[in-house]
Structures are given as C-alpha cells and as structure tokens.
C-alpha cells in the first residue's frame, strides 16, 4: 500500500479550502470523473474515502456540493460499519467499522477536536474515549489524510503529534 502524503490546509476562512477538496475527490478518488481541461491530470488513487466534521449542517452542505450517489450520508440510517464513501459527524464516528480508507478528511480540525473532547456517553459504545479510539485507527490506516483548518492552534499541533503524522503545509495566497 502507497502512503501519499499528508496535507494540512491552513488557508483562511473563505480561501477555497473546501472547493479544492471536492475537487481534489473528484479528480482522484472518484472512478471515470471528467477530465478537466484546464486542472491537473486525474490520477485515481482509491474510491473509499470519510469525510470528518463538527456538525450536522457542514455534513449536509458537503453531501450536496460533493454531490455524488455513491456517498452516504451518516444521518440517512445507512449501516455506516460498511459505507466506502462516507459523511459523518464526530460524534457518531463510534459506529464505524474498521474498513480501511483511500482518503480520511477532516474539515475544520480545531473545531472537531473541540466536539470530540466534549462529547459525553449517550449510549453504549459511544462518547470522547471510543470516538477518540477510531479516529486513531482512521488516521493510522487510511493512505492519505487531509486537513483543512483556518485556525493553525494547538489543538490541531496535538492531534499531529499524537498520531504522527507530519502533514505537508499549504496556504492558498487571496
């Protein structure tokens, strides 16, 4: 298996951190997407890939403009222990399985750790520890991982050192 490199997005908000990724999706990590002329080459890399976020809302906006009937959002009662192509909010990431992802996204890192650290057991198997215990297997599994944050903090600087991973850095210039 191929370790592509990680990539931390620090760019500020409304910089395109979130087009750039959909379209990076598209372009490598969807089968038979459309060759833009005028972008990069697409290289399919892997189909199965999680995107990770704090809400409910971000969720919902990113199934839309993602816009593709292979990905499953985590609310609409799929089993998601078996989606390949996954949405979901932090605090339901306990009920995955243990597939092993192409790409691992996570939107907004300093606002899903802030989430993850104050989430309390609702119900068996859940909460911060088992939340906490998956993401760890994600992030160690998953060939490629992105981040996308405007707030370079140290709850992001944590999570990178916990899981040692050293991200190549990206900052789009407005």
Sequence with gaps: MVKYPSTCDTTEMGGGKTHQAIAFIKREH???????????????????FIII???????LALFDLLADTDTMLYSDGCDVSKCKRLIICI????????????????AEVHEM???????????????KWMVWKKLLHIMSTTKRTLFKTAQADARRECLLNETCIQPQWQMNVQ
């Design 113 to 127: 750790i802030g989430a993850m650290c104050q989430l309390k057991q609702k119900s068996e198997g859940g909460g």
């Design 53 to 59: 976020l704090h809400r409910i809302t971000l969720c």
């Design 30 to 48: 969807t089968r038979n997407s459309p060759q833009d002329i005028f972008g990069p080459r697409n290289i399919f890399a892997g189909a199965t």
């Design 91 to 106: 605090d339901s990431l306990w009920k995955i399985g243990h597939l092993v992802y192409d790409i691992m996204w996570i």
